[in-house]
């Protein structure tokens, strides 16, 4: 039964607070204690099926204003004029190494997607003029943190309320079926400090974005990383090393090509960058599972992830922390017609502020020096 499974019990806890803070998000600036009441006693008696339902759509409402505002910012003329939408217009872009490396049919679709024009703003214009309209946006910066591999840090620049939504996850999405593609499989996390999984077993692979760019264009997640090249946060020791030249990931075939018209400067797909608070310090923002649901055409250019293998569901089934894929889904009405990626929810007020996330590493495996619990029972419960 879940009820005895720590991890979900987990689980519903973090529904329970999602729901919570989005739910008091979305009554706006007039919200008063009262209507905090009111939420407190729906997350009392509503199910955890229904909160998590309330939290997508919670979340879907705020993405869906911030993808219509800056597509008013960089298509004012579609805005003003539908019949100037230049999604239309094809444009062809070079391929990349990736693309000439698997040749075929996947690659001469790549070349006839259409790319919209946009106004020729930079990354930083944007941020600002997205600032202009929500009060906040997004700063990588040097971290505050006083430990040697803290690196870059992400900052919230403005100010933002309890329960909003701060920031996207941005990458290659995998499911089960594609683990052994990840790179540096099967140690996958060995040389990759952006890494991130959701409680369904998807990972989410932000390296390849890196800091994004300053056009909007057709991603496809293969920019050159050398994984093995780059040696992860905090020691290594002699397995690590070991691991880390042996492994070798399945290459991807023509079939797995894939590819998106994704918006590169998108201020809010740094969630990435978010560090682990040090100790004595307590996060301000945690992960929400979000499932974008692909019938929303006109948002999908802003949702910064590609999923590998494209959007066919396989259904897996689980034995312990192993999955197996067992077919094709049956279920199209399911996974098919959602991207399940993971955004940054604030937990509390935030006035330009270093962001921290609670990574809860497993307490099973040997975590980095600089790893302070913020609560060690989560950790386990997360990871049971």
Not at 73 to 78: A, E, F, G, I, Y
Not at 150 to 160: D, K, M, R, T, V
Not at 350 to 375: A, G, H, Q, T
């Amino acid at each position: 039964m879940f009820a005895r499974d720590p991890r979900h019990l987990q689980f519903e806890a973090d529904v329970n607070r999602l729901f919570l803070y989005t739910s008091y998000y979305r009554l706006g600036e007039n919200a008063e204690e009262k209507d905090a009441e009111e939420i407190i006693d729906l997350a009392s008696k509503a199910s955890v099926a229904d909160q998590q339902k309330q939290v997508q759509e919670n979340v879907h409402y705020q993405l869906s204003h911030m993808c219509q505002a800056m597509d008013d910012v960089l298509r004012p003329d579609v805005k003003d004029d539908p019949s100037k939408d230049p999604s239309k217009a094809h444009s062809h872009p070079q391929r990349s190494g990736l693309s000439f490396a698997v040749g075929g049919a996947a690659s001469a679709n790549m070349q006839s997607a259409a790319i919209p024009a946009t106004r020729p703003l930079t990354r930083a214009e944007l941020s600002k003029k997205f600032r202009d309209h929500f009060g906040y946006t997004l700063d990588i910066k040097p971290s505050g943190i006083p430990h040697k591999d803290a690196g870059q840090g992400l900052f919230l620049s403005g100010e933002a309320n309890v329960g909003a939504v701060l920031a996207i996850y941005p990458g290659v999405i995998y499911s089960p079926a594609y683990y052994r593609y990840i790179p540096g499989y099967p140690r996958i996390d060995a040389c990759n400090n952006y890494l991130i999984t959701r409680y369904d077993g998807t990972i989410i692979d932000a390296k390849p974005w890196c800091l994004g760019d300053e056009t909007r264009e057709l991603w496809d997640g293969s920019n050159l990383v050398d994984y093995n090249a780059m040696r992860p946060k905090g020691s290594e020791n002699n397995s690590d090393r070991v691991w880390r030249m042996l492994s070798k990931p399945l290459e991807k075939s023509v079939r797995e090509n894939f590819g998106e018209v994704l918006e590169r400067r998108n201020p809010l797909a740094f969630g990435h960058f978010a560090n682990h608070p040090p100790q004595g310090s307590n996060p301000n923002v945690m992960i929400c599972p979000y499932d974008f649901p692909l019938s929303e055409k006109n948002m999908r250019v802003y949702i910064p992830n590609i999923t590998f293998g494209g959007e066919e569901p396989i259904k897996m089934k689980r034995f312990g922390s192993f999955y197996f894929k067992s077919g094709s889904s049956d279920d199209q009405a399911g996974d098919s017609l959602v991207l399940k990626t993971l955004v940054l929810v604030s937990t509390r007020s935030i006035c330009d502020e270093e962001l921290f996330l609670n990574y809860r590493y497993s307490n099973s495996k040997r975590r980095p020096e600089w790893y302070s619990p913020v609560d060690e029972e989560e950790d386990k419960r997360r990871w049971s």
